[in-house]
T-cell receptor, first 113, second 112 residues
Framework: NAGVMQNPRHLVRRRGQEARLRCSPM?????VYWYRQLPEEGLKFMVY????????ESGMPKERFSAEFPKEGPSILRIQQVVRGDSAAYFC???????????FGPGTRLTVL | KNQVEQSPQSLIILEGKNCTLQ??????????LRWYKQDTGRGPVSLTI?????NTKSNGRYTATLDADTKQSSLHITASQLSDSASYIC???????????FGAGTILRVKS
């Protein structure tokens, strides 16, 4: 059973471009979570999704950021018109049930030039 | 405000020595507390998980304690190894466990 997969592992974008981060949860997991980690800081919750539904997006900026978890395919975190402050590591986690341990992917490191 | 504070911020110890990492939290309502290990450039991996009724949990050389009254937890690492070098993160779950509040982590470096 492969772990949580994230791609790309590293992503470089220029200011104003779009960044698309992908997350494939572990097999059998229907709950996906996205976190952002700035340098020297802890992970910060962004959004929690189940298949085709956003359950909690209280940690996600209202503008430029969006997330989806379609019926088929990976979960996508999209950042439009990136700015330098978006540079961070973005981690995805999945769990089979709401209260189960979350399993983290290796992260995508976004660098905005 | 829900917060998780960890100390020390960083720690250097010699291989074979023991160490203890601290975590204080002000999270309510509390569901459970977890310790994660995060190697450089990788995602966090769960070490232990404790509910409010548990006050100790072991996983090999890792032993976590929880005092729900004082809202403090510790992670004790016995006979440290070079591979223990990582960031150790205290994470507290809110409500039904789906929302996690992360501490900033303690960076541990084990030297030979």
């Amino acid at each position: 059973n492969a772990g949580v997969m994230q791609n790309p592992r590293h992503l470089v974008r220029r200011r104003g471009q779009e960044a698309r981060l992908r997350c494939s949860p572990m097999k059998g997991h229907s709950h996906v979570y996205w976190y952002r980690q700035l340098p020297e800081e802890g992970l910060k919750f962004m959004v929690y999704l189940q298949k085709e539904n956003i359950i909690d997006e209280s940690g996600m900026p209202k503008e430029r950021f969006s997330a989806e978890f379609p019926k088929e395919g990976p979960s996508i975190l999209r950042i439009q018109q990136v700015v330098r402050g978006d540079s961070a590591a973005y981690f995805c986690a999945s769990s089979p049930l709401l209260t189960d341990t979350q399993y983290f992917g290796p992260g995508t490191r976004l660098t905005v030039l | 405000k829900n917060q998780v504070e960890q100390s020390p911020q960083s720690l250097i110890i010699l291989e074979g020595k023991n160490c203890t990492l601290q975590c204080n939290y002000t999270v309510s309502p509390f569901s459970n507390l977890r310790w994660y290990k995060q190697d450089t450039g990788r995602g966090p991996v769960s070490l232990t998980i404790m509910t409010f009724s548990e006050n100790t949990k072991s996983n090999g050389r890792y032993t976590a304690t929880l005092d729900a009254d004082t809202k403090q937890s510790s992670l004790h690492i016995t006979a440290s190894q070079l591979s223990d070098s990582a960031s150790y993160i205290c994470v507290v779950s809110l409500e039904y466990g789906n929302k996690l509040v992360f501490g900033a982590g303690t960076i541990l470096r084990v030297k030979s």
